[in-house]
Nanobody
């Protein structure tokens, strides 16, 4: 079971750092992805790190503004978000699994999910 935290209300241009922890053991052997879902929309890819090559991937909409990081000692994955925009408003989820390259940006590539954390960016 994963748990995302760190969401909140922030003004446009502000920053937030989301955290994702696991209650079922270490993250170290899993790829981890961040996704978000706005009201009435499908869950969309934000960022991920593929465990096999340690490459990080970002959606075009967040590239240059969001940063994925991992602290295995704390068993925590982070998503640092800066220059936030109202269109970043969504519930953010983290997922863990072993996606292949073609599924790294798809929710179906991840086997474990938890409750999300809500991010609201005001204009």
């Amino acid at each position: 079971q994963l748990q995302a935290s760190g969401g909140g209300l922030v003004q446009s241009g502000g920053s937030l750092t989301l955290s994702c922890t696991s209650s079922e053991g270490s993250f170290s052997g899993y790829s981890v992805g961040w996704f978000r879902q706005a009201p009435g929309k499908e869950r969309e890819f934000v960022a991920a790190e593929k465990i096999t090559n340690r490459n990080t991937y970002y959606a075009d909409a967040v590239k240059g503004r969001f940063t994925f990081s991992r602290d295995n000692a704390k068993n925590t994955v982070y998503l640092q978000m800066s220059s936030l925009k109202p269109e970043d408003t969504a519930v953010y989820f983290c997922g863990a699994g072993w996606p292949i390259s073609s599924t790294i940006s798809r929710p179906s590539g991840y086997r474990s999910w938890g409750q999300g954390t809500k991010v609201t960016v005001s204009s």
